[in-house]
C-alpha cells in the first residue's frame, strides 16, 4: 500500500512538468517583451520606442500572458496527462469539463449561501475565471480537475450501458461522468477552503519565514530529487497559499509566482513592490536556482575533475563539461546530482543543506532577479536588463557558494575515496549517447532491464526513465551502465529510475519503439 501510494505521488510529481515545461519559456518570451517595453529600457535603447517595434513587443507579449492567465487550465490538462493510465486524450479533454464544472458548481455555492461579492472580490478570495464569477482557487482547481478527470478516465472507459443508452457508453461516459463527479466536488470546497487556506497559511510560516525560510525551502528541494517529488513542493510554492499571499496595488496575488508575475512583467523596478517583495520571492525562484546551476554545479564539477584519476581525465572532462552545461544551460541538474547521489548518499545529504544554508542570505541581499529556471538566459535577461536587480551581489554569493562547494567536494571526494566521474577502475562507455545511437541503447536497456516481458509500464521525466518491472531481480545493472546511463536508483520494490540526462526523451522513444517490435534503421 506504501508503496502504491509513492508510486502515485512520483506519478503525480512528473505530471506538473508538463505544464512547468510550458510557463519556463513563455515566461522567458514574456519577460524579453516586457523588459524592452519597459520606459527605463527605452531610454537606454532608443530604438526600441519605434512604433512598430513598440506595436511587435506588445503584441508578442500579450499574446504568451495568455498563458499565465490559464495557469489552472494548464494544470488539469497536465494532470490529467501524467495521472492517466489509459485513454489519455480522452483523460484531457475531461479535465477541461471539469474544470469548467468546478468553476460553476462554486459560483452556484457562493450564489445559494448569499456569499457572492460584487466590490473587493479579491479580499475575500472571489475572481472572475473564465467569465465565471467564482471561488479563486487558482492551480489547485486545475489539479483536482486533472485528478478527477485522470481517475474517472481509468475506471470508466469501457463502462458498458444498458442498449438504449448504448451510444453513450465506453469514452463518450467518461466526460459525462466527470460533470456529475466535480458537481459535489464544486459544491463541497467552500465549506473546506477556509480551513485549507489556515493549514496552507501555517505552513506558509515556516516555508516563508523571513530570510531562512527560503534556505529552508532549498533544503527540502534537493533532498526529494531523488524521490521526483520536488517539483510538487515547487509548485506548491509557487501557486498555492503555502507561497504566501500578497497585496499588490490592492490585487491579492496567492503564491510567489503570481506576484512575481505582476512586479516583474506589469509594474517594473520602479514600483515600490519591487524593493518590498523581489527580494523574498526571487529567493524562491531563479535567484536561489542560480546559485545551484551557475555556481555550485561548476564547481561541483571542477572538483571531481580535478579528483579524477589521471588516466581517466579525458573521460571525466567531457563527460563532467556536459552534465555542467546541462544545468549551466537548461537548469538540468540530476546528472550531476545523481553522479555522486548513489554512491556517497551521506554526501547529497551534506549537498542539499549547504545549498539551503548558502540560499539564505540571498534576500539579505537583496538580489532581485526573476525568473523560474535560473539559468544564464535568465540571468542575463532578468538580471542584466532589468534595473535594481542587484546582480553584483548575486555574483559575490556565486563566489562564495563556488568556494565553498569545491573545497568540500574535492575534500570529501579525496578523503573518502567516492568513486565520482573518473575515478572508478572502468569507465562506463557513453559513445552510443554521444552518437545518438538510441536504438542500440535501446537494446542495451530493454535487456538490462530483463527483456520485454520483464517491462511493465516506461515512462519519462526531464532526465531519467522510470520504468515498473516484472521482476526487479532480472535487472543487470552492468548493462544499463553499457547503455550510457549515468545512475540508476530504485526508490520502490520493482521500480526504477535509469538517468540518462538530456538524452532522456529519445532513449524513451526508442524502448517505445522496440518494445512496440518497431526497429530504426
Known amino acids: ?79 490529467a496527462y501524467g495521472m492517466s493510465k489509459k485513454e489519455k486524450g480522452i483523460a484531457v479533454f475531461s479535465s477541461v469539463i471539469a474544470y469548467l464544472t468546478l468553476l460553476i458548481s462554486m459560483h452556484v455555492h457562493l450564489k445559494l449561501m448569499g456569499q457572492l461579492v460584487t466590490e473587493n472580490m479579491a479580499f475575500v478570495g472571489q475572481g472572475m475565471v473564465l467569465g465565471i ?96 517529488l520536488h517539483h510538487v513542493l515547487s509548485s506548491t510554492v509557487r501557486f498555492t497559499e503555502a507561497g504566501g499571499t500578497y497585496l499588490i496595488d490592492g490585487q491579492t496575488y496567492v503564491g510567489i509566482l503570481p506576484a512575481m508575475n505582476k512586479i516583474l512583467f506589469e509594474l517594473g523596478p520602479n514600483h515600490p513592490a519591487w524593493n518590498e517583495l523581489m527580494p523574498t520571492l526571487c529567493s524562491y525562484l531563479a535567484s536561489s536556482q542560480m546559485l545551484t546551476t551557475l555556481f555550485r554545479v561548476p564547481a561541483i564539477g571542477l572538483a571531481m575533475y580535478h579528483m579524477a584519476y589521471f588516466k581517466n581525465k579525458k573521460f571525466a572532462k567531457g563527460m563532467i563539461l556536459t552534465v555542467v552545461l546541462t544545468a549551466f544551460l537548461g537548469n538540468i541538474t540530476e546528472p550531476l546530482e545523481f553522479s555522486f547521489l548513489f554512491i556517497a548518499p551521506k554526501l547529497f545529504i551534506i549537498y542539499a543543506i549547504l545549498c539551503g544554508l548558502l540560499t539564505i542570505p540571498l534576500q539579505m541581499l537583496e538580489v532581485s532577479i526573476g525568473y523560474i529556471r535560473g539559468t544564464i538566459f535568465d540571468f542575463g535577461i532578468f538580471g542584466l536588463m532589468y534595473e535594481n536587480t542587484q546582480w553584483v551581489n548575486l555574483i559575490l554569493l556565486g563566489a562564495v557558494n563556488f568556494i565553498v562547494f569545491y573545497g568540500v567536494f574535492r575534500y570529501a571526494i579525496g578523503k573518502f575515496d567516492i568513486k565520482t ?31 520485454k516481458q520483464n517491462i511493465k509500464r516506461v515512462e519519462n521525466c526531464v532526465s531519467r526513465l522510470r520504468i515498473d518491472l516484472g521482476d526487479q531481480k532480472l535487472m543487470n545493472m552492468e548493462l ?27 532513449v524513451r522513444n526508442a524502448v517505445d519503439d522496440h518494445l512496440a517490435g518497431i526497429t530504426q534503421r
Open 480 to 506: 544499463l551502465k553499457e547503455a550510457g546511463s549515468l545512475g540508476t536508483f530504485i526508490p520502490s520494490s520493482n521500480h526504477i529510475h535509469v538517468v540518462f540526462g538530456p538524452h532522456v526523451e529519445f
Open 133 to 228: 464569477h467564482t471561488l479563486k482557487i487558482e492551480a489547485l482547481g486545475g489539479i483536482i480537475a486533472g485528478l478527477l478527470a485522470a481517475k474517472v478516465t481509468d475506471r470508466f472507459y469501457r463502462l458498458q450501458l444498458p442498449l438504449a443508452f448504448a451510444f453513450f457508453s465506453g469514452k463518450k461516459s467518461v466526460a459525462i461522468l466527470a460533470i456529475a463527479f466535480t458537481i459535489p466536488v464544486g459544491l463541497i470546497i467552500p465549506f473546506i477552503w477556509d480551513v485549507f487556506t489556515y493549514g496552507m497559511r501555517s505552513i506558509s510560516t515556516v516555508m516563508m519565514a523571513p530570510d531562512i525560510g527560503a534556505g529552508i525551502y532549498m533544503t527540502l528541494n534537493r533532498l526529494l530529487i531523488p524521490f521526483g
Open 421 to 451: 566521474p573518473g575515478r572508478e577502475n572502468e569507465t562506463a562507455d557513453s559513445a552510443l549517447l554521444n552518437n545518438k545511437e538510441y536504438d542500440k541503447v535501446a537494446e542495451l536497456v530493454i535487456q538490462g532491464l530483463g527483456g
Open 1 to 79: 500500500m506504501n508503496s502504491n501510494f509513492k508510486n502515485e505521488i512520483q506519478t503525480f510529481g512528473r505530471s506538473l512538468l508538463l505544464p512547468i515545461a510550458v510557463l519556463a519559456p513563455v515566461g522567458m518570451l514574456m519577460g524579453i517583451c516586457s523588459a524592452l517595453g519597459q520606459a527605463y529600457m527605452i531610454d537606454k535603447l532608443p530604438f526600441l520606442g519605434n512604433a512598430y517595434c513598440k506595436m511587435i513587443l506588445s503584441s508578442v507579449g500579450l499574446i504568451s500572458s495568455v498563458v499565465f492567465q490559464n495557469i489552472p487550465l494548464l494544470f488539469a490538462m497536465g494532470v
